[in-house]
């Protein structure tokens, strides 16, 4: 079968502009005209709709499954259970414990028992009334840090319910200090909520497998576990990504991927499934809730001795990116401060909450908050400016962090806190305001009375790219042609566009590289190598640097095809304004006329420097790449009486190393801000005996324009000399810091202690 | 059930169409308009932001039965030909469009307060903007191409 008609399209808007200048998205026209085609906006013709059933309980035991009442309703062309599934039936991004669909038992309320299709989608809604399933219900675990410690739970895995236990012992474990603050914060369930559904197009090939057509975040992962389900041959599971309306992490994990291809292939037509905004919260995971117990020891000159913590992460039915969660909510625990002696402990552990796992701010924005918060109280105690404490234990470049890892690139720490204390601050209130701009806004629940405003920082260390070992890596093929008389670059690789520009930066890269202007970017498939995932800030640092070295290999194809031709090596060659150069200046040929119907081609990968796992017993080990630091000042003013926050301003100073499109740079940090004040103040999935209380935009409330407050941006560049162009990652530190710098703004005015985030209403009124 | 509308000037028809079918399945599954986008179907996210008869609204919660004879205009309709639209080009030029599923129904609430308010304050901008989620940008430069759009329309 064909490519469907509305089908990933080829970025070829060719807007002037490379490394360091901020061309605009080539996918920006096709965006603003509805023309870009989303992963929901696929169609083919004769194809059919696909629908999921899924459990209603947390924790139950199938007793009966019939589907053939299901399949004998008109337009029904098939209805598949575990028992159809043709390969193994599970799959997972570090443990396989995941079933596709579930068999004897379900783990969470929303998994997946059985799938069909229909010739409607309403038809496909009705249907799945008629799949009938008993279940033996049983009682949930949704205790985590019970789940961790008490060995009379049932198991829910056959390991039990630990996922992972990390320790990490640095210095004196047990040291003493003369001043110690100690809290137990908690944070709650976040989602990622993306705008653009869960959705993809399934279609069946003649070969016996399937092209899938679909919003991720990561190709090739999505074809290594859908094949293993499909028991095909990885050949035989293409994939091609479509348009993605965002991710953040939520598209890490699988969600229609297995059930659309199984649907395809029974029946033999194109399948579209696309979920709708209920079913999107059941299926996807979301960011850990944590509860953490902290202790900070320090002199009474304010600078640190000890940091104690245990950290407890709600990782839900499955493990998904649990065990990086602890691994990184444990090696950034501290934060980017100097601790000389520090005894920290995460659990990761299996409930019957919903599954848990990618966020942007990855297990860093748990205990940012904890900390941050702690820093905070360490100050008051101590008589300190709370900026002043920051800079006074903040890391730099040759610190050790906790790991005993030492930082080997700029860690400017100490300067982002002292830019962000000095931007200007609002002018305080005079007189009558606005209400529009005080807490409650238009609802009109306040004139100033009983408003107070406060101030707050939050600073935050994340680790940038896959870590503790992991080979992490991308692949980028690069060919460089004459069309129409002028040299053209075409970059594939099968890294994900999920909105924060990369496909932008490909050209850049591309048209620096090669000095020359017309650059297109392939749409990304799994017929080039492994690009790793749009997720960890790596995208930038990782695939940038596999465009480069594919590049420099063109580059060099073509020098050699120059030396053949004028019979000798050109001195010191470079590509610029479609011509190579030699050092001393002298244009040496015509890329146009030196290619003429050649086309050169290269593929090239680019690997990061090696990590090392952290030694089980002491957490001790070379574990990241490269961290990313930023931090936020907030300002908020409270209304005492009703409990209602108005973020007033929210600055930010970030280091990102090298800026490769600053306005795009700018846009990652308002938008992961966004998030953060997300986090500080509205969203909150919740969970009660593990049911979801509000899966709906009308109740899991994310900011909106009236939410946000104007913000400053203060964007440094200390380069990285281990990255390609000196990059660090960019997308996550905003989101973590920006929610300690609420919480303690919210505190600074409020004087309450506020240990838990969202900060609701209730926890200001005390009602 | 047989619809017609008129859609970005263009009469157009739509056959066998079920009785519970939205306005926005219509346009995006019958007609080949999937301008218009489904982020939340649940009329709580501004995505799928149509004019009909003139006046914003969300193509979600419209019943495809209600469009009969309406006039309707999508995304799909702001650009005359080649020639985008001021409030989409400035969406372009200020970087107000990341993933760009929530862009569409962005468009249409600008290019409308615009139509009503030639030179909004931020304040009124983010007032009518309200219902329209975004949760990529932060909103900074969505803020920045609406002021722009606006100048660039006084303009003309």
Same mark, same amino acid.
């Given at each position: ?512 590289? =090669? @000095? %020359?202007?017309? $650059? ?7 017929? /080039? *190598?492994? #690009?790793?995932?749009?997720? &960890? ?104 009486? =009703? @409990? %209602?926050?108005? $973020? ?7 280091? /990102? *190393?090298? #800026?490769?499109?600053?306005? &795009? ?103 | ?156």
């Amino acid at each position: 079968m064909s490519a469907p008609a509305r089908s990933p399209q080829e970025l070829q808007d060719t807007i002037a502009g490379g490394i360091g200048e901020s061309p605009l998205r080539p996918d920006g026209t096709l965006k603003v005209r509805g023309e870009f085609a989303y992963s929901s906006d696929l169609w083919h013709e004769d194809m059919l709709w696909g629908a999921t059933l899924r459990s209603p309980h947390p924790h139950a035991r199938i007793v009966r499954l019939d589907v053939s009442r299901a399949l004998a309703q008109p337009g029904v062309h098939a209805v598949l259970t575990h028992e159809d599934v043709p390969g193994e039936n599970v799959y997972g991004l570090k443990y396989q414990d995941t079933p596709a669909l579930a068999g004897d038992l379900v783990r969470y309320q929303g998994e997946p028992v059985a799938i069909l299709a229909a010739d409607h989608p309403e038809i496909a809604r009705q249907a799945l009334k008629e799949i009938v399933v008993e279940y033996d219900v049983l009682e949930p675990i949704t205790d985590p840090e019970r789940a961790a410690h008490d060995d009379t739970l049932p198991k829910l895995h056959p390991g039990g319910n630990l996922v992972r236990h990390q320790r990490i012992v640095k210095g004196d474990p047990a040291a003493t200090a003369d001043v110690v603050v100690s809290g137990v914060y908690e944070i709650g369930m976040q989602d990622q909520a993306f705008l653009g559904p869960e959705s993809g197009l399934a279609v069946p090939a003649e070969d016996g497998g399937v092209d899938l057509y679909l919003a991720t975040q990561w190709l090739h992962v999505d074809q290594r576990q859908t094949a293993k389900a499909l028991g095909l041959p990885l050949e035989k599971v293409r994939l091609t990504l479509s348009g993605v309306g965002g991710a953040f992490g939520g598209r890490e994990d699988l969600s229609m991927q297995i059930h659309s291809c199984m649907l395809a292939l029974r029946t033999g037509r194109p399948v579209k499934m696309s979920y709708n905004r209920l079913e999107s919260f059941f299926g996807h995971v979301h960011r850990h809730p944590a509860k953490m117990y902290y202790e900070h020891g320090a002199t009474k000159d304010g600078e640190l001795v000890y940091v104690r913590a245990k950290m407890y992460f709600d990782g839900g039915a499955y493990a998904s990116k649990t065990p990086v969660v602890v691994g990184n909510g444990t090696t950034l625990s501290v934060g980017p401060y100097n601790v000389p002696n520090a005894h920290i402990e995460g659990w990761g552990v299996y409930t019957n909450n919903p599954t848990c796992g990618a966020m942007r701010g990855l297990g860093a924005v748990q205990p940012t908050y904890a900390y941050e918060s702690q820093m905070d109280k360490l100050a008051a105690a101590l008589g300190l400016d709370p900026a002043e404490l920051r800079i006074r234990n903040a890391m730099s470049e040759g610190s050790t962090v906790v790991t005993g890892q030492v930082v080997d690139f700029p860690a400017p720490v100490a300067e982002l806190v002292q830019r962000v204390r000095d931007l200007p601050l609002p002018p305080e209130p005079t007189g009558e305001r606005d209400i529009r701009d005080l807490p409650g806004g238009a609802s009109n629940t306040t004139h100033g009375e009983g408003v107070v405003r406060g101030i707050g920082y939050g600073v935050t260390i994340k680790n940038i790219s896959y870590a503790e070992g992991l080979d992490d890596y991308s692949t980028a093929r690069v060919r460089l042609e004459v069309i129409g008389g002028e040299p053209v670059a075409l970059v594939h690789t099968a890294a994900a566009e999920v909105g924060q520009g990369l496909v932008t930066l490909q050209q850049q890269i591309a048209r620096t590289e =090669l @000095g %020359l202007t017309r $650059v297109s970017v392939h749409p990304a498939d799994t017929s /080039v *190598g492994d #690009a790793g995932s749009s997720s &960890a800030s790596r995208q930038t640092y990782v695939t940038g640097g596999a465009v480069r070295n594919a590049c420099r290999a063109v580059a060099d194809a073509v020098y050699a095809l120059a030396a053949l031709r004028l019979g000798r090596a050109v001195e010191g060659a470079t590509l610029a304004g479609g011509k190579i150069v030699a050092a001393d200046g002298e244009v040496v040929a015509d890329l146009a006329e030196l290619l003429g119907e050649t086309a050169v081609e290269e593929t090239r990968e680019f690997h990061h420097r090696k990590t090392y796992p952290l030694d089980p017993e002491t957490g001790q080990g070379d574990a990241h790449v490269q961290y990313g630091f930023s931090a936020h000042r907030a300002v908020v003013d409270v209304d005492l009486d =009703l @409990g %209602l926050v108005k $973020v007033v301003q929210l600055d930010c100073a970030q280091d /990102v *190393g090298k #800026a490769m499109n600053p306005d &795009a740079v700018v846009a990652q940090i308002q938008g992961g801000s966004a998030q953060g004040l997300g986090l500080a103040v509205m969203e909150e999935i919740l969970v009660k005996d593990g049911k979801v209380r509000n899966p709906s935009f009308t109740d899991y409330l994310i900011p909106t324009i009236l939410d946000m407050p104007p913000m400053r941006v203060d964007v440094l560049e200390r380069p990285d000399p281990h990255a390609p162009y000196g990059v660090r990652g960019v997308g996550e530190p905003p989101t973590i810091s920006a929610t300690p710098a609420i919480a303690n703004a919210i505190r600074a005015a409020t004087g309450l202690e506020l240990p838990r985030v969202p900060i609701r209403p209730e926890h200001i009124t005390g009602t | 059930m047989r619809v017609n509308v008129t859609v970005n000037g263009e009469p157009r028809r739509a056959d066998n169409v079920w009785e519970g079918e939205s306005l926005l399945y219509v346009l995006r599954e019958r007609l080949g308009l999937p301008g218009s986008k489904n982020a939340c179907e649940q009329g709580e996210c501004g995505s799928c932001t149509v004019y009909v008869d003139g006046v914003p609204a969300g193509a979600c919660l419209v019943a495809a039965g209600q469009a009969e004879g309406r006039d309707v205009v999508t995304v799909e309709g702001l650009a005359e030909g080649d020639a985008l639209d001021p409030v989409q080009e400035s969406f372009v030029e200020q970087g107000a469009v990341q993933c760009g599923f929530c862009t569409p129904g962005l468009l249409v609430a600008a290019h409308d307060l615009i139509e009503r308010v030639p030179e909004p304050s931020d304040v009124e901008i983010r007032e009518a903007l309200a219902g329209n989620l975004c949760r990529c940008t932060g909103y900074e430069k969505i803020l920045d191409a609406v002021r722009d759009a606006a100048a660039k329309k006084a303009l003309r």
